[in-house]
Every structure is written in C-alpha cells, then in structure tokens.
C-alpha cells in the first residue's frame, strides 16, 4: 500500500488567500483526522471522520478552518482566508477501527506557509 | 480536558539506555500510545498500553500505570538514528488521540 497521500507537501502564499490541502487516506481505513503541528502548540487534532462523516470538529480554531470528505478516498483542508498564524505542519492520518491497537498512520505533512 | 507532560529534551550516548516518562491526566482513559518522529518526517507508531505492565517490542519498551497516570518509553542500546522526538499520546473515551508536545531525544557519540 502506498500510505496515507498528502499534497502539496510543501505551500506558500500570501496572507488572505484561501488553500486548500489534500488526502487520500489508506485503503480500507474508515477514520481520517486532520492534525496540525507547531512548535509552540506541538500535535492538534483539528478534526476527525469516520466513514466520511465528520464526528468531531471542535479543534477547528475557527470559520475559516472547514474539512470536507466526500468519497471513502478523498478529504480535503480548506483554509480561507489564510492569515500567518496558520504557518504550521499540517498531516492528515488514517486507521482502520477494528485493529487491536487502533495505530493511526500519517501522511508525509503539507509544511504551509503563509506570508 | 487531558494534560499530558513529558521532558522538552533528553540527550543519551550510542550505546546507552534512555528513559522517556509521560504523565497524563484524563478521564475515560483508553490507551496510550508512543510515537517517533524524525525532524522534517511524520510521526510512526512505537508502542501501544492499555492495561498496567511493560510490552517490549525489540530494543523498545513502553510501560503503563494506569493508577498513577505515568508512562516510559525504555530504548536500549541507543543509535544515532534513534535522534528523534517521542510523543506520548492517550485515547479517552472517544476514538481521537490527544499527543503531548514531544520530546526531542539527541543520541551522541
């Protein structure tokens, strides 16, 4: 299996514009989280799906954060407008409910910055 | 809400044993996890406890006591590619994880 896909791995753009980050988690995996790292605030959930439907968005820091994910495939980040603050690591994970561990898998991070 | 706290930093020599404690505070709890991180890279999973005692996996061992709220992660026979963060993480109640801030392991000659 290829791992949970992310992209851009890397962004930058100006203050005000929107972005919009994507995933593809592992095949057959029913949950996704969004997660975003920094070094003051270290590893946040954002938010989280299970079978496509967002459980849990009360990480999201605020309406210009909003998670979409309309397939089994596909979840995007979207950011609008951006604002400096949200310079970060975002990674996007997956994991499949019914292992023991219940481990969840990480994509390689989209390193946003905004100017 | 949960607290998790671990050590910001920890330096150890090639060959040596390091030590990395997690305290947590947390209703419902559920798990614990133990993930590495390489600078730049995403975190990979180490380690899961749910009930009290040590699992070792290799030249890692992690340890839980659910009655004190504390974790380690033990690493044995240290090697310069085990320079990394380690992050504690605990589940409670509901499915999502909540991870400490890390803490960021240099393996020296």
């Known amino acids: 299996d290829a791992g949970v896909i992310q992209s851009p791995r890397h962004e930058v753009t100006e203050m005000g514009q929107e972005v919009t980050l994507r995933c593809k988690p592992i095949?057959?995996?029913?949950?996704l989280f969004w997660y975003r790292q920094t070094m003051m605030r270290g590893l946040e959930l954002l938010i989280y799906?299970?079978?496509?439907?967002?459980?849990?968005d009360s990480g999201m820091p605020e309406d210009r954060f909003s998670a979409k994910m309309p397939n089994a495939s596909f979840s995007t980040l979207k950011i609008q407008p951006s604002e400096p603050r949200d310079s970060a690591v975002y990674f996007c994970?997956?994991?499949?409910?019914?292992?023991?561990?219940?481990?969840?898998?990480f994509g390689p991070g989209t390193r946003l910055t905004v100017l | 809400g949960q607290n998790i706290d671990q050590p910001t930093e920890m330096t150890a020599t090639e060959g040596a044993i390091v030590q990395i404690n997690c305290t947590y505070q947390?209703?419902?709890?559920?798990?614990l996890f133990w993930y590495q991180q390489h600078a730049g890279e995403a975190p990979t999973f180490l380690s899961y406890?749910?009930?009290?005692g040590l699992e070792e996996k290799g030249r890692f061992s992690s340890f839980l006591s659910r009655s004190k709220g504390y974790s380690y992660l033990l690493l044995k026979e240290l090697q310069m590619k085990d320079s990394a963060s380690y992050l504690c993480?605990?589940?409670?109640?509901?499915?999502?994880?909540?991870f400490g801030k890390g803490t960021k392991l240099s393996v020296i000659p």
């Open positions: 993480a605990v589940r409670a109640g509901s499915y999502q994880l909540t």
């Open positions: 095949s057959g995996h029913d949950y």
């Open positions: 799906f299970n079978n496509n439907v967002p459980i849990d």
């Open positions: 994970a997956s994991s499949f409910e019914h292992l023991s561990t219940d481990t969840q898998y």
């Open positions: 947390t209703s419902g709890f559920n798990g």
């Open positions: 406890n749910v009930l009290d």
